[in-house]
């Protein structure tokens, strides 16, 4: 598959030159080419094309933007493109397989922990890396895992019974 | 002879997702996923991207632009500044509220924030730096940070381009019975008094506002997505600025990320982002940071209140007086009907049976971002609801009365509906004393309160408080609610196919209210078509009939009524067409849940689905065939939901941080549709009404600069400070003129809410005598209180050093 | 919102780092969590020429106890790792309590606390926690290793004294004299907010005697205030009612806040004298039984 783009090269500088990366995103391995200043965020969602992953804030606060690297939860728009050269990228779009959908999704759904569903992958990853390491989470460790993720819709407590309701699904599953 | 009831086939609604169930959400599996389309997942060929300049200051006049360096980096296709704008006469725009706004400055900037220029480049960085590099060289002018210093002889007059306009007032408005009231006032035993200021908020969803222009010079069609809650009027709106024919004009407001009211103005940047597709003949994606958003969007509130209340010694409410004063920022710009200078605030007091009332309300221009009815209200419901129930506060602990037993002795009885309130309201029903006595019982009223005098005598400080109030939803009838002259209504129109499925499109559009999912209910109640056949579409304005959208809660009352009255519709043809297929006369047909059958012989019937087959392939003679319609909806009035929020605190003396112990929500919001979806909902409101009430306010210095302008000082509660709620859904009082006895329920907690957070901890600091800290309600303003045992407020221009 | 243009570089080892730190000119801003860097990047108030990312440099996400009973913190070590750290739990009070206070947990995944210190934020809460326990820098720079006393490290809002060829490796908090007690409480309106106040107490005990004291006020001065006085006037004695309101006072007045949207000088000045007297209520209670003190919070 070629790209094509404007080329520019007469009339930008070359000053600042692209670096190549290799990255793994939900499983897919990935080559690209990019500023040093692209923010993974937007290496997501318009490099990749990946737009499960949102943009709410401009400073760090509101955790639209999580996603996994190297299993961490990390706010995608405070990390730049290049930092995840030879490391794997976890999104949304990462999280049901080609059959089914991961148990967290189907709390969200179950205990109604979404309403207009912008902060929600967001949330569903940062319940993830929560679970991924204590199976068996209280409602007050439920709080204080997503308290980096801002919600204007729900209020939070939906959210709360929907992480718990997949705790207790995985632990069913074993 | 068989009974009816042997022979029953009705469906069990429940079952097929009818009123009542807690159906789960259709939206949520794209959502889940990450497979929402929201408008900056759109991308389209040849798509450049807009960014915009602000002022830093707040007020200045512009002495000079010089834009050429930004036109000189590479990828840079076209900068845009006022004086460009003002050459196709497009620097100004008409506003919701018969005023004008600047779609970029040309003499003045008024506000910090406000849009001076805007960059269009192949990529958003690129654009961001080529704002960098425009110069405006600016004078600054003096500063009006509050009504007050506006209202200064001496100030300077910020609106110099209204030919009329020799101060900074915007209008004057009354409502009620001046003499009378003053009457009320001689007779009083107790006048109470309450002076405070509901600070400015702002709805700040996650997602900030956005759009893609996409001009077609080809087949001269204008397509534009933009996070809109009311396609229809943006459209109207674009027809008229632009002079583009409406029906070359497609609106598309996609997945929403919520709106609050913020996404309902027309914002300078949409303007510019369709100018510049004009201009280019390519698509513009203009998508703002959470800065832009919150120092140039729809703002929230920002009005003072003098309150007086006339009271018998027994405490029956004599009268009450109001005036109020708002800042409205630079540019007159609410969204509201049009008749209200100050929206619906006289719609408080509805609750309590007053005699008589008068309301005076002021408008003050400043230098801040226009705006002010926005955020979950309908149109200032908020500030009427909140003033209310402080003053009501006030007014128990001046006469030494019961807080619960003040209210309820003035609520209007059950049997008094329907109820003109003395401001010209008429309310449709409720039960008010049996919610408070749910609220009550569940918050264990009594024993708290013999908890709270041990407590104090151990130095620790519990309070609790109360906030009861019914509120006007659905606006609004023809005869008194316009925007910009368009009347209220709003529209369903169904088709349903020949297999049964069915399809409905509505003039609403829901930003996370799950009308996928609420809509179909209706359909399956009225229909007894299982809900998971109906597919719900909103927001396309060249397929959706027209309506106003969705804000003010208005979207159960109006668009929901329509979706009940198109089906409707739908059932009276398709007895018709059961009529035909049993071979009976009309008259001899009845209906049960998905089937009409013959009165004589129940056994014999015919579902809704035969019927639909029949709209296509066996219609009697001279019927038009099809299963098609639509109905406009004109609400003979506006509902009135009501509820019952109480709050109990814990306030730490040496610090002023205080924590909720409980918070019981009692709503009675008639008839739920899906009762999951209504908690959603109230819970929702209850989050936003404890952040008002704790944290979330912006301010400005004395400069001008605002404070709050984006998340690290615009403070918005996480999980971890969120309370839990106990939420209370015994009490239904369905309403008397609404199809389907639904009121309507997305902003009650945010109106009614605020107040009891409040309540709460002037009672826990009931000792001192404070009467009043205005909102939020932060750990340094307690202290304050309790230190210096004083009232504090909060309006701007905040202290500093 | 975006960062503007900037060279980059990621260096596999430390001397590669430093080479280029060396050579790479007047703006050169090195990058580890980025969690305080980047943000103020992309608003544009940082405008770096190069950065130069230490992520990949090996051996430098440890924290460890070493032999010598100093704890030393690599660079690379994240406020998460520190937050749930059973190292930290029941040794290192005022460090654990004030681990889970840092920023939000997402935050917390990438930032560290090398780089807070830095970083040098006036709101910043690790320069408080290492103050009050006497801690120090480690920098590494052509010329080879140097221990810097946090009290000398860090000279005015966003400023350290770091060449611009070296790169702080390490943090050390030297090994404790007596039982360690403190904590850290901060006053932040939600979670992430900066600090309106926060106060760090680390106290260390021989019997009943305090042998070593520091206290350390974040977000009430131009950066952070070692409370010197009150540590001083703790120090030698037992833990007494009247020497804790006499050292609450004195850190109260070592504080130099400004009026702001936060509160009032006088309001934030409370909160000093609230904060210390809470947290040495709570060692004073440790120091009674012999036993480490519970996170005061």
């Known amino acids: 598959m070629t790209m094509v783009q404007d080329d520019l090269s007469d009339e930008a500088p070359d000053e600042f030159p692209v670096r190549r990366i290799k990255f793994s995103i939900n499983g897919r391995k990935k080559l690209a080419e990019v500023e040093p200043r692209l923010l993974l965020a937007d290496l997501i969602r318009r490099g990749v094309g990946l737009t499960g992953t949102h943009r709410g804030c401009d400073t760090t606060n509101c955790g639209a933007c999580t996603v996994l690297v190297d299993g961490r939860a990390i706010k995608s728009c405070t990390m730049l493109a290049v930092q995840v050269d030879g490391r794997e990228v976890t999104t949304v779009e990462g999280l049901a397989t080609a059959s089914e959908l991961h148990p967290i999704q189907e709390g969200f759904k179950q205990e109604h922990g979404l309403q207009c569903g912008f902060c929600t992958p967001g949330m569903m990853l940062a319940a993830k890396e929560l679970l991924d390491r204590n199976p068996n989470p209280t409602e007050e460790d439920v709080r204080w895992a997503i308290s980096g993720n801002l919600c204007r819709c729900t209020g939070y407590q939906n959210i709360v019974k929907s992480v718990l309701w997949a705790a207790a699904k995985l632990r069913a599953e074993g | ?801 | 919102m975006f960062p503007s243009r900037f060279r980059y570089e990621a260096p596999h080892s430390l001397d590669e780092a430093i080479g280029l730190l060396h050579d790479g000119g007047d703006y050169v801003k090195v990058l580890a969590g980025g969690q305080s860097l980047v943000p103020m990047m992309k608003l544009r108030f940082a405008s770096p020429e190069m950065i130069v990312d230490i992520n990949n440099l090996p051996g430098l996400a440890y924290h460890r106890t070493d032999p010598d009973g100093s704890l030393r913190i690599g660079a690379l070590c994240r406020h998460a790792d520190l937050e749930r750290s059973d190292l930290l739990k029941g040794a290192q009070p005022t460090m654990a309590a004030a681990a889970p206070l840092v920023a939000d947990p997402l935050v917390r995944n990438r930032g560290t606390l090398v780089g807070s210190l830095c970083h040098a934020d006036p709101q910043g809460d690790w320069a408080s926690v290492m103050l009050a326990l006497g801690g120090s820098v480690i920098a590494q720079g052509p010329a080879g290793k140097r221990a810097i006393p946090l009290a000398e490290f860090v000279t005015g809002p966003f400023q350290n004294v770091l060449e611009h060829d070296e790169i702080a490796v390490e943090a050390v908090v030297p090994a404790a004299r007596g039982v360690r007690s403190g904590g850290y409480l901060k006053l932040e309106r939600r979670v992430g907010d900066f600090a309106t106040v926060g106060v760090a107490v680390a106290i260390e005990t021989s019997g009943t005697t305090v042998v070593r004291a520091g206290i350390a006020l974040t977000g009430v001065g131009g950066s952070t205030i070692g409370a010197t006085e009150a540590a001083q006037a703790l120090t030698g004695k037992p833990l007494t009612a009247d020497g804790i309101a006499e050292a609450a006072e004195l850190a109260a007045a070592a504080a130099q806040p400004r009026t702001d949207h936060r509160g009032t000088a006088e309001y934030k000045r409370q909160l000093v004298r609230v904060f210390v007297k809470r947290i040495l209520a709570g060692s004073q209670g440790a120091a009674a039984t012999g036993e480490p003190a519970e996170r005061a919070a």
Request: glycine content about 8%.
């Open chain 2, 1 to 801: 002879m068989t009974t009816t009831a042997d022979a029953s086939r009705a469906l069990d609604e429940i079952k097929i997702g009818g009123l009542g169930s807690s159906r789960k959400r259709v939206e949520d599996d794209r959502f889940i996923r990450g497979k929402g389309n929201y408008t900056d997942d759109v991308v389209l060929p040849g798509m450049l991207h807009m960014e915009i300049l602000r002022s830093p200051l707040p007020h200045a006049r512009i002495k000079s632009i010089d834009a050429s360096r930004a036109w000189a980096l590479p990828g840079v296709r076209l900068v845009l500044t006022g004086e460009m704008m003002a050459t196709r006469n497009l620097a100004w725009m008409p506003t919701l509220s018969y005023d004008t706004q600047a779609v970029l400055a040309t003499d003045k900037v008024r506000f910090q924030g406000q849009e001076v220029a805007c960059v269009i480049a192949d990529d958003p960085y690129i654009a961001k730096d080529a704002c960098e590099l425009i110069d405006v060289d600016y004078e600054p002018l003096p500063v009006i940070v509050n009504p007050w210093q506006g209202l200064e002889p001496d100030a300077p007059v910020i609106r110099d381009d209204k030919v009329n306009q020799t101060d900074n007032v915007v209008y004057n408005w009354e409502v009620g019975d001046r003499a009378g009231t003053d009457r009320a006032f001689e007779r009083a035993d107790v006048v109470s008094k309450l002076e405070l200021h509901y600070p400015r908020s702002h709805p700040s969803p996650i997602e900030c506002c956005g759009s893609v222009a996409d001009f077609n010079r080809a087949t001269s069609k204008l397509t534009v997505y933009m996070t809109t809650q009311a396609p229809h009027i943006i459209r109207a709106a674009v027809a008229m600025v632009a002079e583009i024919p409406e029906q070359m004009i497609r609106i598309i407001s996609p997945d929403i990320g919520g709106g609050f009211g913020n996404k309902v103005p027309i914002y300078p940047g949409y303007v510019c982002s369709i100018l510049a597709s004009i201009l280019l003949e390519r698509p513009v994606k203009w998508i703002e940071d959470k800065t832009g958003n919150l120092i140039s969007t729809g703002f929230a509130r920002d009005v003072y209140l003098k309150g007086e209340m006339a009271l018998r010694r027994d405490g029956k409410i004599l009268g009450f007086r109001m005036h109020t004063d708002a800042d409205h920022g630079a540019f007159f710009a609410d969204a509201q009907p049009s008749k209200f200078k100050i929206g619906l605030m006289h719609s408080t007091f509805a609750a309590y049976d007053v005699p008589v009332a008068h309301l005076t309300a002021r408008g003050v221009y400043t230098n801040k971002a226009p705006g002010g009815v926005a955020y979950r209200c309908s149109f200032r419901v908020t500030e009427a609801m909140f003033f209310q129930e402080r003053m009501m506060q006030a007014a128990a602990d001046d006469l030494g009365m019961d807080q619960a037993a003040f209210r309820r002795m003035n609520f209007v009885a059950d049997d008094d509906f329907p109820h003109r309130t003395p401001l010209g309201f008429l309310t449709d029903s409720g039960q008010y004393a049996k919610c408070l006595d749910v609220g009550l019982k569940a918050i264990d009223y009594e024993n708290f309160k013999v908890e709270q005098a041990e407590a104090r005598k151990r130095g620790r400080l519990l309070g609790l408080g109360i906030s009861t109030m019914t509120e006007p939803l659905g606006a609004g009838n023809s005869r008194e609610y316009d925007i910009l002259g368009i009347k209220m209504f709003d529209s369903a129109e169904l088709k349903v196919h020949m297999t049964g499925k069915a399809i409905l499109r509505t003039g609403a559009k829901t930003q996370g209210q799950g009308h996928e999912t609420t809509w179909a209910q209706i359909i399956a109640h009225e229909l007894g078509l299982p809900a998971d056949d109906v597919t719900v579409e909103e927001g396309d304005t060249d397929t959706a009939p027209f309506g106003m959208g969705t804000y003010a809660s208005r979207s159960t009352p109006v668009a929901g009524a329509a979706v009940a009255m198109v089906a409707r519709k739908i059932r009276a043809k398709a007895r018709k067409l059961a009529a035909h297929l049993l071979e009976v006369s009309e008259e001899d047909i009845e209906w049960e849940l998905g089937r009409f059958y013959v009165r004589s012989a129940p056994q014999r019937g015919v579902s809704i689905q035969e019927c639909a087959m029949a709209a296509y392939s066996n219609m009697p003679d001279g019927m038009e065939p099809g299963l098609e319609n639509t109905a406009y909806y004109d609400p003979p009035n506006l509902t009135w939901p009501f509820a019952v929020y109480i709050v109990t605190v814990e306030v730490d003396p040496e610090t002023g941080v205080w924590d909720v112990l409980k918070m019981v929500a009692v709503d009675d919001c008639g008839v739920r549709i899906n009762p999951m979806i209504v908690e959603g909902q109230i819970m929702g409101g209850l989050t936003e009404a404890y952040a008002m009430a704790s944290m979330q306010f912006i301010t400005f210095d004395a400069d001008g600069n605002c404070v709050g302008s984006n998340y690290m000082d615009y403070l918005l509660p996480s999980a971890w400070e969120t309370p839990g709620f106990e939420l209370h859904s015994e009490v239904v009082t369905p309403c008397p003129h609404h199809p389907i006895g639904a009121k309507g329920i997305g902003e009650c907690a945010a109106v009614g809410g605020p107040a009891a957070f409040v309540n709460a901890v002037m009672d826990a600091l009931g000792e001192t005598g404070v009467r009043n800290i205005d909102m939020p309600v932060l750990p340094d303003r307690v202290w304050e209180a309790l230190t210096y045992r004083r009232d504090v407020s909060g309006f701007p221009p905040v202290r500093q050093d």
